[in-house]
């Protein structure tokens, strides 16, 4: 059995439900800030960005390495793979934190700021679940590695192709926004 065969399901799974469902808010950034011209809107993604690149800089590798070799101390010196998938509880918790923070903002019509400071949080959530998924492929498929982060990357796009089109066909009515997928 491969590395591919054997990371096939969870990559497309993690694929599949944590960028397909959680990232899909990011389509409804438009119908949230209805009052801002498209031009402002699409500055309105400059919390995400700076999440990813806060995220990758300090939450990723670095830290990553850190949680590996704390944990390899309590085992006697003995480093796992597995080690680095600690990292992913705080990573979905600041993922759904940001998200909660900018359903709230957004809901009770907080300044546009609240909103780049919640999608600070979830990009850098999303950002440090991808560098932990990665790192824990290297790990534990060094050889495999590139084919197997290639699947990786391509089934994210994939995911993230798939979402806009198929909220397009279904139906989905927002009221309070005027703003109407069908």
């Known amino acids: 059995v491969t590395g591919v065969q054997t990371c096939a399901l969870p990559i497309s799974t993690f694929c599949f439900m944590w960028y397909w469902w959680v990232l899909s808010v990011i389509t409804m950034l438009p119908a949230a800030y209805l009052g801002f011209k498209p031009q402002i809107q699409g500055l309105l993604f400059i919390g995400l960005l700076l999440g990813t690149i806060f995220a990758e800089v300090f939450l990723g590798g670095r830290l990553s390495d850190v949680v590996c070799a704390r944990l390899a101390k309590r085992n006697g010196g003995v480093r796992i793979p597995e080690m680095r998938l600690w990292l992913i509880y705080p990573a979905g918790l600041l993922s759904a934190l940001g998200l909660i923070i900018w359903g709230i903002s957004v809901d009770q019509a907080y300044h546009w ?62 009221p309070r926004f005027h703003y109407h997928f069908f």
Do not use: E, K, W
């Open 113 to 174: 700021m609240v909103g780049q400071a919640a999608f600070f949080l979830f990009a850098a959530g999303i950002q440090m679940g991808n560098t932990v998924v990665c790192s824990y492929i290297v790990d534990c498929y060094p050889l495999q590695s590139m084919s197997i982060i290639t699947f990786y990357a391509v089934l994210l796009n994939l995911s993230a192709f798939i979402d806009p089109v198929s909220r397009m066909c279904l139906p989905f009515h927002f």
